[in-house]
């Protein structure tokens, strides 16, 4: 830990953080399937003009995650990608990103793929997107709640949907984006041992000193991506804590989550860190200046819930965050 400390200050010498990224999550690009995952082509354009317009770096998920272990992460970077390779990513958002000269990375739950389901792409497809700045990578065979199995098939869902897009597509990048961004210790620590640098669905920016084996990405709805949710998510900077391996799955719906800051936050700024669980304010208490604990005013009875914190930088309209997913152990 001391190890990890000292490097963190070197990175993180001040509030001033070292360049940080953001990493965006897409799933279907259309008006016409659910809205819980789906956005307008038309505010998509709109992401990648303001990305376009304010000179953002724009890298490929394997460009971003290079840079994260060389830690040289360039200043606004950001990256794209979308779960589950729905056909609406060919036919929608493809000529767009073309367009744009933007990449984006796509993580392919192989068995829709060869069971030829209407709503997801071919390999054809991908085949003729691949090299054209889309990749394409690792979630899974079936898409399955991991969490719920026992270790060997889940090892299997991994192994297996890597040896698939090798086969089809050549993929060699070594990376996974968790099914409905759910995990346990056992699967983080699987996922580590397996050579895999892996993704979640919980909201904020990346830094050095990150856990990489369930890195956040910020969610891209109509209902979450709208213009002014787009520029503020896409400025934002990795909270400066000391990233520690928290099992999420719990047995009630308050967990307590504790952080600690790599340097002591001012009582200033201390009343302006703020942190939110379903649609209200969690409660927060600041245990030492660089310690401080979170926990939920009411049990959420969802399977998954987050707590989301914020902590406003010295820069106007930018903001650090953080985020944390918890999943119920008995809820359905």
């Known amino acids: 830990m001391l190890k990890l400390l000292t490097t963190l200050l070197l990175i993180f010498p001040s509030l001033v953080i070292a360049n940080s990224c953001v990493v965006l999550l897409y799933h279907n690009f ?10 307008n082509p038309e505010l998509f354009e709109q992401h990648l003009q303001y990305l376009e317009d304010n000179n953002f770096n724009v890298l490929s998920l394997s460009e971003m995650v290079q840079d994260l272990k060389n830690n040289s992460i360039p200043k606004k970077c950001v990256s794209l990608t979308a779960d589950d390779a729905y056909v609406s990513i060919y036919k929608n958002a493809y000529p767009l990103l073309k367009k744009y000269k933007i990449p984006l990375s796509v993580f392919v739950s192989t068995d829709s793929i060869d069971k030829n389901y209407k709503a997801m792409m071919s390999w054809k497809n991908m085949k003729e997107m691949q090299g054209q700045g889309v990749e394409f990578l690792n979630h899974s065979v079936t898409h399955p709640y991991l969490i719920d199995m026992p270790t060997e098939e889940r090892s299997f869902q991994i192994i297996h949907a890597q040896e698939r897009l090798e086969e089809e597509l050549g993929v060699n990048e070594k990376m996974f984006a968790y099914p409905y961004g759910e995990e346990d210790i056992e699967l983080l620590d699987s996922v580590d041992e397996l050579g895999y640098v892996g993704f979640g669905q919980h909201s904020g920016a ?11 990405r910020f969610p891209m709805t109509d209902r979450f991506g709208g213009m002014d949710s787009f520029k503020l998510k896409v400025n934002t900077l990795a909270m400066p804590v000391i990233y520690k391996r928290i099992n999420p799955v719990v047995d009630n719906g308050s967990p307590l989550l504790e952080l600690e800051f790599i340097e002591s936050i001012s009582k200033s700024k201390q009343k302006q860190f703020a942190c939110y669980v379903g649609t209200g304010k969690a409660s927060v208490n600041w245990v030492s200046d660089i310690a401080v604990s979170i926990k939920s005013n009411e049990p959420i009875y969802s399977r998954r819930f987050r707590y989301n914190c914020t902590l406003p930088s010295d820069k106007k309209n930018i903001y650090y965050w953080f985020s944390k997913q918890f999943i119920n152990n008995n809820k359905g």
């Open 206 to 216: 990346l830094s050095y000193g990150n856990d990489l084996s369930n890195l956040p």
């Open 30 to 39: 259309s008006q016409s399937t659910p809205k819980s995952t789906s956005i």
